[in-house]
């Protein structure tokens, strides 16, 4: 098989099975408390869906990056946290109910939101004449189906099968994070003379955006005054970006190299920030106790 066709066929099917392992771990208690206190959801979910893009668009007004990259760096904002956000908030002592909750609107809105959004950001960018268009209702459709329909899936099975989503899902997961890897290794690999001048492109403002996401959302929690463990959760999921949807969408809809760039190196660069947060987060606990 061919590296090209690996990424085309592999990108979708391991998103896709991360979202079913999601759904098999999603119970109704894991939102009772969420539910009782609402508010730290909703001021996530807005500086999510509302805060990051606007930030990207007030970046690229500094950072002076292509049309394309710009496609690439706005698409990416308008991806919220992926479940991989769910490990590092457990790994912050976050509030990990939170970030589920988060996680799992995300994967509802997003398949809708994206394909809208990414229509205007490419009007933006490149001008009603461009080459470059996206078909919104066909977008929808592949998001739905490697998002969403692998959640609800996922959910089914946990509710009417129980014993078998616990004993499958973590083999799942393992299966998935892995192919997932091993995708965004095959595209390093298939530009790997290229990725200096990728990481002197984007480099900058792709760990800019990462640290001042994270920065907000960590004194949007502050400021509203919630506790210390949604405070680390709202800070790891607005710097966080589904790095995996983006690529779906420059990668597999657009079929667009350039604007894939900028979630790859996202995904080389989001790492360092976060773990330095993780350490500090951790201290912080360990020294409270």
Not at 13 to 19: D, P, W, Y
Request: some cysteine; hydrophobic content about 55%; proline content about 5%.
């Amino acid at each position: 098989m061919e590296l090209d066709t690996f990424i085309k066929i592999g990108l979708p099917i391991s998103l896709g099975l991360i979202m079913l392992s999601m759904g098999m771990v999603l119970k109704t208690k894991d939102f009772h408390e969420v539910a009782k206190n609402p508010r730290a959801f909703f001021i996530g979910l807005s500086a999510q869906m509302l805060f990051v893009p606007l930030l990207a668009l007030c970046l690229l007004q500094i950072f002076n990056i292509s049309p394309l990259l710009s496609v690439g760096l706005l698409i990416l904002s308008f991806s919220p946290g992926g479940t991989t956000s769910n490990l590092f908030s457990y790994l912050a002592k976050g509030d990990v109910a939170l970030s589920i909750a988060l996680t799992t609107a995300a994967s509802i809105i997003t398949p809708f939101s994206i394909p809208l959004l990414t229509e205007i950001a490419i009007k933006m960018q490149l001008g009603e004449s461009g080459d470059i268009t996206i078909p919104v209702a066909l977008t929808m459709k592949r998001l739905f189906v490697v998002t969403l329909l692998p959640v609800i899936i996922g959910m089914s099975l946990r509710f009417y099968k129980s014993k078998l989503a616990d004993r499958i899902q973590p083999v799942l997961h393992r299966l998935s994070v892995i192919l997932f890897f091993a995708v965004i290794f095959s595209m390093i690999f298939s530009q790997w003379n290229k990725m200096p001048e990728f990481l002197g492109q984007v480099g900058l403002i792709v760990m800019t955006m990462i640290i001042l996401a994270m920065l907000a959302g960590y004194y949007i929690a502050k400021i509203t005054k919630l506790n210390a463990q949604q405070t680390r959760t709202i800070s790891i999921e607005v710097g966080m970006q589904n790095g995996g949807m983006a690529l779906i969408v420059t990668q597999s809809v657009l079929n667009n190299p350039t604007m894939s760039i900028v979630p790859v190196i996202y995904g080389l660069l989001m790492l360092i920030p976060v773990m330095i947060f993780v350490k500090v987060s951790q201290n912080e606990t360990s020294t409270a106790i």
